[in-house]
Every structure is written in C-alpha cells, then in structure tokens.
C-alpha cells in the first residue's frame, strides 16, 4: 500500500452494519440477474447503504457539498418538453454523426452510440428508450493528483456540473427535432459502465472503471436515452486486458485492498470487481477517493493512444483487433 494516501482507518462505526454490498451485487452468483442499487440513492426506494450515503454527504466540504446540488439543480431539466413536429430521421448515420458533433460543440470530450440493454437497467426499472447515447467528460489531471484531498473533490465535482450540463443541453436539442430524450447523470438511476462499454467509449480496467484511449479512466460519464433513431458504435478493444493482466499499480496503490488480481463471478459473469464492503467506506472517507483512477497508467496525459499501439503490437496477429 502506497504511504501517499491516508490509511484505511475510519472516523465512524456501524451500529448495526448493512447486509453486505457484495451479497447485493451477486458476488459468487453463478445466474445472471439485474443490478441491485446499494449506496447513491435516487430517493425512489431504500437502499441498504443509504445512511452511510447521507453521512457522506454531511461530512463532505461545504465547497463540494454545493457542488453536488449544483449538479442535481441542473438535472431538473433532465427531461422536458418534446417539439411536436418531428424531425423525420431519413439516415441514420448523417444523424448519428449530427449528434456527435452537437455533443461535441457542447464540450463532451468523448461520445459513443449504443443499444439500450437490459444490463443497464436496475432490478425493477424500466426504460421506454431505444438507444443511448454516452458522453465523457476527461477531468484535469493536475487537479486530480490531489485526490483524497479537497483540491481532487472539488475537480470530480466540477467535471460532474460540466457534463451534467451537456448532457441535459443535448438531450433538449433532440427533443427539439420531435424525439423524447432524457439526460441521466447519476448513478442511483442506470448503469452507465455497461452502455459506455457498449458504445466504445472504452473497456472496463481492474479497477472497475472504463479506461478509453484518450483519457484513461480521468474522467466522467452521463448518458442520455432516447428514440431518436441512430446508429450504434460497436465496443473497441485498446488492449485494456493485456496491461491489466500483468499490471498491479491499482491493487497496490488502493489503501483499502478492495481490488483484486482476479476476475470475479458476478451475476453469472466473470468479471473485474471492486470488492463494495471495503471500497465505500474509504471513499466516504476520503470525499470520494479516486486514486485507482489517478494512479492508472492509461491516465497519464497523452500515454494512452502510445500504450495500446504497443499493446496491441505484442499480440499475434489473429488476436488484433
Ligand atoms: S492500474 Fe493497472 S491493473 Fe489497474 S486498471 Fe490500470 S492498467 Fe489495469
Ligand atoms: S475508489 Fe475504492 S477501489 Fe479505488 S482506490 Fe479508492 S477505495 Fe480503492
């Protein structure tokens, strides 16, 4: 464990500890099944962790805490008013490039095309969208440095403001043409990972976070859902695996132990998995943490696009993309 980060001792303890994240999100499940939300809560149902949620958010610096409901003030034009003469969408691809490029124009650093799924979707949750289209925001890696200091809280919260203002921004504009669309932000509503995976923003690290070409894993994700009809982007292989499998960088660096060499069953799918029970205490800690993000080798400033060119090098032919 690196000495740069504050040990894993926490200022509070449960009276009645919740039933374990990991048993809630399947860890050991050999049958697939929906996600179950534990932590960031919606406020539509009770979660399991919701009181070590609100202590989060009581215990955060005033700064970062305004941040937050700067964020949640702008998603209540998440969705709105669609234009009743719809926009008759003739081709696909000239729409879905239209698309990228507003979103784009708006300030997204990344932007990707996918189906919804089902795997997207919390357990009891339902979406009437065909499609979803995924944004990233890259965050300041001067900034992110200090993370688990007030100086990296206050940069995650400023590229939350930001790309919530995208999303609700490009979610108007094609409600605009005629199609319904509604920005989503936060995690408490759909799984973002799964769609930006889908749609080639990146591929999931040993950290549990997507790493892309571009940005590593220093950034932030939104998505927004709608009918619009467009035309999805298929996932990218950078050679995200290749590194993870012999990289330890993340496992070493996270204070908590909460990331693990090996891939874990969960839901019916072998996969990375940040062991919840340790992680979120640290990260209630620490104003939200972020050092598996930082430390990562994808996200040192302009490394990516040279690191997955060599990794995909040192592959055999046939197994490169
Ligand atoms: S730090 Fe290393 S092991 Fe962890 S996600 Fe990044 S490349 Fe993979
Ligand atoms: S965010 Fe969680 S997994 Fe990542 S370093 Fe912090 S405690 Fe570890």
Redesign the pocket.
């Known amino acids: 464990m690196s000495a740069r980060f504050p040990a894993a001792e926490y200022p509070f303890r449960y009276r009645n500890p919740p039933r374990s994240g990991n048993v809630i999100n399947g860890l050991g499940e050999p049958v697939p099944r929906r996600a179950v939300p534990v932590f960031h809560s919606s406020g539509r149902r009770r979660l399991d962790w919701e009181l070590l949620e609100l202590f989060f958010l009581l215990t955060l610096p005033l700064r970062v805490f305004l941040s937050g409901l700067r964020s949640r003030w702008i998603l209540r034009r998440a969705d709105g008013r669609i234009a009743r003469r719809r926009h008759a969408v003739d081709d696909v691809q000239a729409m879905s490039a239209g698309i990228r490029s507003i979103a784009r124009g708006l300030g997204a650093g990344a932007v990707g095309i996918s189906r919804m799924s089902a795997d997207a979707l919390f357990e009891g949750c339902d979406s009437p969208y065909a499609f979803a289209i995924s944004i990233a925001l890259p965050m300041d890696y001067r900034e992110t440095e200090h993370v688990t200091g007030l100086r990296g809280a206050i940069e995650t919260m400023r590229a939350y403001n930001e790309i919530t203002r995208i999303a609700v921004r490009l979610a108007a504009r094609i409600r605009a043409l005629g199609w319904p669309a509604r920005a989503y932000c936060e995690s408490a509503d759909i799984l973002h990972i799964p769609l930006a995976i889908a749609s080639g923003i990146g591929q999931l690290g040993k950290?549990?976070s997507v790493i892309s070409r571009e940005f590593g894993a220093n950034f932030r994700l939104a998505t927004i859902l709608t009918d619009l009809p467009l035309s999805p982007d298929t996932p990218v292989d950078i050679g995200v695996e290749d590194l993870c499998l012999g990289c330890r960088r993340?496992t070493l660096?996270?204070?908590?132990d909460?990331?693990s060499d090996s891939k874990q069953l969960v839901r019916g799918v072998y996969k990375w998995y940040?062991?919840f029970d340790?992680?979120?205490p640290?990260?209630v800690k620490?104003f939200g943490?972020?050092?598996?993000?930082q430390v990562c080798p994808w996200s040192v400033p302009g490394r990516g696009p040279r690191l997955s060119e060599k990794l995909l090098a040192r592959r055999p032919e046939r197994l490169r993309p």
């Not at 660096?253 to 908590?256: F, Y």
């Not at 943490?289 to 993000?293: L, R």
């Open positions: 950290h549990g993340c660096d996270c204070p908590a909460a990331i940040v062991d340790r992680c979120v640290y990260f620490t943490c972020g050092i598996c993000i």
